[in-house]
């Protein structure tokens, strides 16, 4: 059994930065890819960030790119997401969430994989 836990959300005026954190315990050596989600009010959940386990390969969605760094720490197996210049368009619930196989920011959708609960991220 896995189990994430998010944390690092807040509060942000625009242009403003904030890290998140992910960190997952339990049968964590099955895991292979890990990313970010977010989901705003009235909004699909939507992938932001992936990053590959072994090779650290990471893909961002276009909104981001640029502006969000994805990274991650194999021996903790936490995978902090530094979020820079931010919009307010960038307000939404995130969510971190890894599974065993490799997936596209673009086709990895909820509920594939474990989850946390998320963390607000507002910026106004």
């Known amino acids: 059994h896995v189990q994430l836990v998010e944390s690092g959300g807040g509060s942000v005026q625009a242009g403003g930065s904030l890290n998140l954190s992910c960190a997952a315990t339990g049968k964590t050596n099955i895991l292979n890819c890990m990313g970010w989600f977010r989901q705003a009010p009235g909004k699909e959940r939507e992938g932001v960030a992936v990053i590959t386990r072994i090779h650290g390969g990471t893909e961002y969605a276009d909104s981001v790119k640029g502006r969000f760094i994805i990274s991650r720490d194999v021996s903790k197996m936490t995978w902090p997401l530094q979020m820079n210049n931010l919009k307010p368009e960038d307000t939404a619930m995130y969510y971190c969430?890894?599974?065993?196989?490799?997936?596209?920011?673009?086709?990895?959708?909820?509920?594939?994989?474990?989850w946390g609960l998320g963390t607000q991220v507002t910026v106004s």
């Open positions: 969430a890894a599974t065993m196989s490799t997936h596209r920011v673009s086709t990895w959708h909820y509920p594939l994989g474990h």
